[in-house]
């Protein structure tokens, strides 16, 4: 077996190295020491989420499996890891998304001890039956609290109306009653298959030193059950939306509406990343405060700071989201409708995407603003296998020209509305102070 | 004693009277940050004061509309602009911050101007040039601004209800401190928020930067002098009364009252919400501080406190379950969100966990777990910006010593001891729940 090497690389705006390698036994490592800096934070992913619902042998998966396992992860025979972190003063987390499930702590001292826990904790399932029934209640409470949560419900049911039989249709938690489906035998399987080492990244910054990292990594890393090789195995998924519209009553105070444009997923790599950067460009120029639309919606006293925008490409699958509570749907449908139409007959300016940059640029460089924010955007570009610099070249190249063509493709893509009502008992109308201005279109 | 690494204590200065600069000079972070507070009773004017901060955030005298100010902040390489409001025991904070890049970007380091006073600049217009009526520099604000805000004021007001847990919080808040002005939400009422014209609000504007005590923070890899210059130059306006005024200690704290209250609501809700509590006459500026902060934390303050390894982790009542000392008030409060038919059960768990702790008897793995976190967070205060913020104005809020060794080491020695005698005078005042619609039993 050859010893493992660090490769040097940088990232391109605040020129802060990063350090790449991979263990012994195939994990992906990515380093990055942050000098002035006090704290480290390190983040192991695995590529299983929410969205991989099928074992290599054919066993299929319970909405909410990835959720359990990661409740389940930090729980060992001898106690919990929450509390040796605790103990130590460090912080240890973790969290579930569509594409994959990460663990992380930060802490102010010891991160060598602190990393052999952690990797440590993932490698093994230490759990019995009475653990699985316990968390079990526990992500129930986690589920009623999420089902109390108006902006996601709302969110759950566009991805269901926008989705035919993808499982992102399904609440990344499940539901109480996926979960009973899930057992200790599930989750072991589902723990050897996809927590071998090559299924896992492990990205680390802050005050730490490179060849440390790799040297706990290769320590505390066995191959132990060899598990298959992770290959997201795509969802059949039709390019239509499920539904044009779905209305739902929820105890809110005013009406929230939610759009959204089912695009095509790109591959992962350079054309996911000139996607999300274009399609970011777009969003930023019509949606983003002193946007396009979002200033004529805003000056026509249609909708407030409640109104949002975003792009989301992870897991196969690929849509942008536009959102906002308001006083009147259908005026809001109307006027978005329009607005839309009319941005994509007229095309975004090159003043507007050099605005729409400069802000992108912002964003990129407060991600280098501590441990926390750098070591998730290197987890994040690992899993997705995107360069250092592939954002920010990505954003030099754009122009008016690719960005409006970015814009049409997008408009043209299926779209779905959901409707999030309010009770007839709701305040809904009664917002209005005095008459409305001059000239106002209310 | 604490270890930390780099400044984390601000250098002070007083750059106006009343106006005090608080100082991180760091060149570890890509953008500067500078928050100015100013600070104001919180009470009949609420509503007015948090109107004028959303009509600050729209638009300015140079940039009157709310496009045009994006756009400024835009070419500042996407600042971020936030003014709202916050309280703190009896006062109520107008907060204006601005994060902007100064590294990675043309002009970011240049000394005596560059983009740190660029960013200065914009944040001081944002405070002290509001758009008025007809472009005027004086007069009353621009009436078509204010409308569109006082309906926006309205709507937020009117969807804090749709956050559940948000809104049993604060149904507990204003049960326990009712006759206090912390049982006032900070954003105001509904009803005051026609009262609040352009007029009233130009006066309210020019009062409080003329007498309103002023706190800047301010992080960026620069020197106090220099510090001192730009902002004087660049973020102050002119027109502060000559006086030096310093805020008073926001404490309001109080025995409890004689008899615990249990106020039972029903809303559309899945997940019941019970929220306690319990008063003790500790001060913000006593000596046993310390002691109240390390109940509070063995209690509820993270995954190792009672609430978590009882309620969670060995009974599986909850997902979420903490609890925080709120100094200002004197005030323990804790949050738990349960199954509706297990509130019975987990109320009586909760308060008989508070017993035990306000009894002095401190769980030891919690109590070095909560001293650990403490420490570490104070090692790190100066990576975090947030919560190095969140710290100072705090602490020079309630005017405590800012020095978060200090506090590190205070807490290391609380005692047993300390902790049974705030745990002495500690006194459920409220019991809330809100449960399901049709959950809550009637009497005949």
Known sequence: MTRPRLIRDREPLARRDVFRARSRHGMEILVAPMPGFARTCAILASHFGSVDTRLPDGRTLPAGTAHFLEHEMFQKADGDVFTVYDARGAAGNAYTTWSNTAYVFTCSSDWERNLETLLGAVSRLEIDQD???????????????????????????????????????????????????????????????????????????????????LAVADACVHPGVRGARYRRVPAREPRGVRRREVRAVLPISRPTVWLGLKDVPPRPGRALVERQVLTGLVLETLF?????????????????????????????????????????????RRRLTRHLRDAVTAGITEAEVERARRRALGGRLRMLNGPEPFARWLVAGALERVGLDAAVAALGRASARRVTRRLRELAARPRAWAIMEAPATALTGAHQVGPPPTGSPR | MAQVAGPIVPVT????????????????????????????????????????????????????????????LADLYGASLQVTVSKAGARQLLISTLEWPTLGVPDGRRRGGGRLARGLALLGEVLARP???????????????????????????????????????????????????????????????GAATPAVLAELHARLLATAPVDVFLVADVGIREAVAVVRKHLLWPGRAQLSVRPPVASAARPARARPRRVVEEDDVQQGQLVFAWRSPVRADAALLPAAAVLAGVFGGGTYSRLFQVVREKHALCYHADAQWIAAQGLLLAQVGV????????????????????????????????????????????????????????????????????????VDRVTPARVRRVGRNLRLEVSYALLPRGSVRRGP
């Open chain 1, 131 to 213: 653990d699985v029934l316990r968390e079990r209640r526990i992500i129930g409470q986690e589920i009623a609290m999420y089902d109390d949560d108006p902006s996601w419900r709302g969110y759950l049911h566009l991805l269901q109306a926008l989705y035919v039989d993808h499982p992102v249709r399904q609440d990344i938690a499940g539901t109480a009653s996926s979960i009973e489906g899930i057992d200790l035998d599930l989750l072991r399987g589902v723990h050897a298959t996809w927590y071998a080492p090559r299924n896992l990244v492990l990205a680390v910054a802050g005050r730490v030193l490179p060849d440390r990292v």
């Open chain 1, 288 to 332: 983003d405060d002193g946007g396009r639309i979002q200033s004529a919606l805003y000056d026509e006293g249609v909708i407030d700071d409640s109104f949002h925008a975003t792009y989301e490409a992870e897991g196969g699958v690929a849509h942008a989201v536009v959102s906002a509570e308001v006083d009147d749907v259908d005026a809001f």
């Open chain 2, 13 to 72: 200065r007083e750059v106006a009277p009343g106006v005090r600069l608080h100082l991180l000079s760091t060149d570890r972070f890509t953008t500067a940050l500078c928050r100015v507070v100013l600070h104001r009773d919180l009470g009949a004017e609420a509503t007015a004061t948090s109107l004028l901060a959303l009509v600050l955030q729209s638009a300015t005298g140079r940039h009157p509309t709310r496009r045009a100010l994006a756009h400024a």
């Open chain 2, 131 to 193: 758009k008025r009526q007809a472009g005027r520099g004086s007069g009353p604000l621009d009436a078509d601004l204010v409308r569109t805000e006082q309906v926006n004021l309205l709507r937020m007001l009117c969807s804090l209800a749709d956050d559940k847990p948000r809104r049993a919080w604060v149904r507990c808040v204003e049960e326990a401190c009712r006759g206090e002005p912390f049982a006032l939400e900070a954003l105001g009422r509904a009803k005051a928020v």
């Open chain 2, 339 to 410: 199954e509706p038919a297990d509130e019975p059960r987990t109320r009586r768990l909760v308060q008989g966990l508070a017993r035990e702790v306000a009894s002095g008897r401190l769980d030891p793995v919690a109590l070095d777990a909560y001293r650990a976190g403490v420490r570490a967070q104070v090692a790190t205060l100066g990576d975090d910006r947030a919560a190095w913020l969140a710290w100072l104005q705090g602490r020079t809020t309630l005017g405590l010593d800012p020095d978060p060794v200090r506090w590190a080491d205070a």
